[in-house]
């Protein structure tokens, strides 16, 4: 009879933030069937250097020559992403996602065998450094891209995360594309080791990880990368309130990301939250709500930013003036003329003589409820 294998242990000694060491192919074998909601996966690339690059100074460039980025052949490494990538697919839920990121020296091969496994393609997005590393000798383009993969689990699935909301108001009201401009991992935010060198050759940015978190995810979901290097996935996931998964066979980077997770205080993030409400319609908060919590009081007068008119906030949370009685977009339209009107813009409130828009009260709602906003028609 085999030996039962040995339970998994997590370093962090965290629920919520687990962080697993080994083979990533072992350890997701001993996770639940659909128990993540979500997958990013930063595999290795099998960059197929030839040779060590130097700058026009004749100072080496640090580039990617460890060891767990090397494979005897391409159809190693076709072998071991396929199976990795099954057994992702093999933990996520029904309604889950997988974000896949590659250079071109892998993430064409990664994205046939995706397609051969039957994962159906949402959309490739293309991460434009802002500042990416010269082409030293000249003989090819600056390769300023890497591209990322977002894939549901089939062409069957229904249900699948975008936060659509979320992405447009990180994009100032715009609705975003599948170009982010991002800098590469640099500054404070670049792990360093003891000599002071780059303790991970490809940290990625958090801002990276942020807007995949953010657009594919819930707070409260769990997120998984089983590749998870100096931890990026894991911190960002704390910081957003998500649940985290990681695993890391390298030593030297799980004390790393132990000592990452431990100094991130989630309470200090909450601003980063605040582009996140629970789905749309909690943006739509009624002007007797804002009654009821005592942000705004009946008999408030409000004003038109030139001042030219006033309206007084009655009990139901209408608005009323010489031209009618109804609702801050209502009213507004029939001073403008307009079919429509967003009240909230229209409007503005007195405080020690200063004028600011009535959105301001929106706004100081969702802060104060920022847990258990009330979803309600406005």
């Known amino acids: 009879m085999p030996p039962k294998p040995r339970p998994l242990v997590n370093v962090t000694k965290d629920p919520d933030h687990q962080v697993y060491c080994g083979d990533c192919l072992h350890i997701l074998e001993r996770l639940p069937e659909k128990s993540v909601d979500l997958v990013f996966a930063d ?30 052949s391409l159809t190693e490494y076709d072998n071991f992403t396929e199976k990795w990538l099954r057994a992702c697919r093999r933990v996520m839920t029904d309604q889950a996602t997988l974000w896949v990121i590659g250079s071109y020296h892998n993430i064409f091969r990664v994205g046939k065998i995706m397609m051969d496994l039957g994962f159906w393609i949402l959309n ?37 995360t975008f936060n659509h909301y979320v992405m447009k108001t990180l994009n100032d009201g715009k609705q975003m594309t599948s170009v982010w401009k ?39 979901d769990t997120v998984l990368d089983p590749f998870t290097g100096t931890g990026t996935t894991s911190a960002v996931a704390k910081k957003l309130g998500r649940k985290s998964i990681g695993i890391e ?14 100094a991130i205080k989630p309470e200090e993030y909450i601003d980063l939250r605040l582009v996140e409400p629970i789905k749309k319609t909690a943006l739509r908060v009624s002007m007797q709500q804002l009654i009821k919590a005592n942000i705004v009081k009946e008999n408030q007068v409000f004003y ?8 007084t906030l009655q009990t139901d949370g209408s608005i009323k003036n010489g031209i009618g009685t109804g609702s801050i977009h209502k009213i507004g339209a029939m001073i403008k003329k307009s079919e429509s009107c967003n009240g909230w813009k229209f409007w503005y409130y007195k405080n020690s003589g200063i004028l600011s828009p009535i959105d ?15 979803l309600s028609q406005s």
């Open 360 to 374: 301001e009260y929106r706004k100081s709602y969702f802060n104060r409820n920022l847990n258990h906003i009330t």
């Open 249 to 262: 066979k390298e030593p030297t980077y799980i004390k790393i990301i132990r000592k990452r997770l431990a």
């Open 182 to 220: 991002i800098p590469l991992c640099s500054g404070h935010e670049r792990i360093k080791n003891t000599d002071g060198k780059k303790a991970h050759s490809t940290q990625k940015p958090e801002e990276l990880l942020k807007r995949i978190i953010l657009a594919s995810s819930h707070q409260g």
């Open 124 to 160: 490739d997005v293309q991460w434009y450094k802002s500042n990416p590393m010269p082409n030293f000798r000249g003989v090819r383009f600056t390769n300023a891209t890497e591209t990322l993969i977002w894939a549901k689990k089939s062409e069957q699935q229904k249900k699948y």
């Open 43 to 72: 595999p290795p690339y099998h960059l197929q250097l030839k040779k060590d690059l130097y700058r026009p100074n004749q100072t080496k460039v640090a580039g990617v020559t460890d060891h767990w980025d090397k494979f005897a």
């Open 304 to 311: 038109t930013k030139d001042e030219k008119y006033h309206a």
